[in-house]
């Protein structure tokens, strides 16, 4: 016999007894416990994909054309983004649906600043502009077929004053212009004027293949004075991005190039501009995002016409895959940026850019 006191024998479980209780309390704690783990990874989830669009971005706002792979990014498609946040918020609706405002709102961070969409709210700012509306169309146009008919349906439509074009053979400036209006061919930069005009000066690069034309200089005789217009052509990063998209090794050094001869023609043509900047009207093909530090270093000081008075992405310049906004108005000081939009396919890589400008004066 024991020598224990009842109270403890009975107190003890005998061996073959099943403790019915601590099972029964682990089940209940289990699903609990995963549910937390849960929780924990959706937060984790959705602030890590809201740090690294903000970095994205960042990344594209300070260090494009300045480092080889933010130049990458620069010029690839942007929607991909719109991936990650949108993948993070089936998982959080799912798991933590009072964090959903975290991948939502890093979704429109995607649709926003990182495809650069424009609102046109500096449109509704007070700003004195008393003359008439001056109208102009700039267009590349580049490769494909041209439709010429379109393109002169889109200058009778917007009852455009002026039309610059980039690329351009003679034939198709003097098929393109309205009768009375007057044409010029500067060597692949074209412009059509609904007023009499004279050029002043022409940039031109050397290439092997010879010279061709980066700027040229215009003063337009209109009713109420004579403007200060530049069609513009800057070196493209077509043959550095081609590099890249074969995974070459020379794709850094490539594009490091390509950053250096584009920022040397963006310096050269603002310079040529500078003497007339305030009433200056500078448009065409820059080949530059408004991200580019070279973009912000050469053409700060004018008014971008889409992100003053457009809306939308903006973009003029298409592939298979994205498009991209790298086809610019710009006014100087004494001009009031009234609207600007993008015009219909016309047959070419790059769409028309529209714009709609008043003298303050």
């Known amino acids: 016999m024991s020598t ?31 549910k937390s783990r849960l929780h924990r990874f959706a937060a984790w989830l959705a602030w890590s994909c809201a740090v690294g669009l903000l970095t994205v971005w960042l990344t594209l706002a300070l260090a494009s054309d ?16 719109a991936g990650p946040p949108l ?7 799912l798991a933590r649906p009072r964090l959903l405002w975290l991948p939502l709102l890093s979704l429109l961070f995607v649709v926003g600043p990182i495809m650069g969409f424009c609102f046109p709210w500096r449109t509704f700012l007070p700003g004195a502009a008393t003359g008439p509306a001056f109208r102009i169309i700039t267009c590349n146009c580049g490769t494909g077929k041209l439709d010429i008919e379109r393109l002169a349906s889109l200058i009778q439509e917007t009852q455009a ?18 009768p009375g209006w007057s044409v010029e061919n500067a060597w692949g930069l ?18 092997p293949a010879g010279w061709f034309d980066m700027c040229a200089h215009y003063r337009i005789d209109t009713p109420y004075g004579a403007v200060e217009l530049f069609n513009v052509h800057l070196a493209t990063p077509r043959g550095a991005l081609e590099t890249a998209l074969r995974h070459s090794r020379q794709t850094p050094a490539d594009l490091e190039a390509n950053s250096a001869v584009r920022r040397y023609e963006s310096r050269i043509v603002s310079e040529f501009v500078s003497e007339d900047k305030d009433a200056a009207i500078v448009a065409g093909d820059f080949n530059l995002p408004p991200e580019s530090a070279i973009f912000r270093r050469s053409w700060s000081d004018y008014q971008d016409a889409f992100a003053t008075a457009g809306l939308g992405w903006g973009y003029t310049k298409f592939t298979r895959w994205h498009g991209a906004r790298i086809d610019h108005v710009l006014a100087g000081s004494e001009w009031r940026v009234e609207r600007s939009w993008v015009g219909p396919d016309v047959g070419s890589d790059h769409h028309p850019l529209v714009a709609e400008l008043r003298l303050r004066k």
């Open 190 to 207: 074209c412009v059509i004027s609904r007023h009499p005009f004279r050029q002043v000066d022409v940039l031109r690069r050397q290439w």
């Open 87 to 93: 993948l993070v918020a089936l998982l959080v609706a």
């Open 161 to 178: 004053d002026v039309v610059l074009l980039q690329e351009c053979h003679s034939s198709t400036a003097q098929t393109l212009a309205p």
């Open 66 to 81: 300045r480092w080889w792979a933010a130049t990458l990014l620069l010029f690839a498609p942007r929607w991909v983004w």
């Open 4 to 34: 224990y006191p009842r109270r403890y024998e009975t107190a003890t479980p005998s061996c073959t007894e099943t403790p019915s209780a601590m099972p029964l309390r682990l089940g209940r704690r289990a699903p609990q416990a995963t």
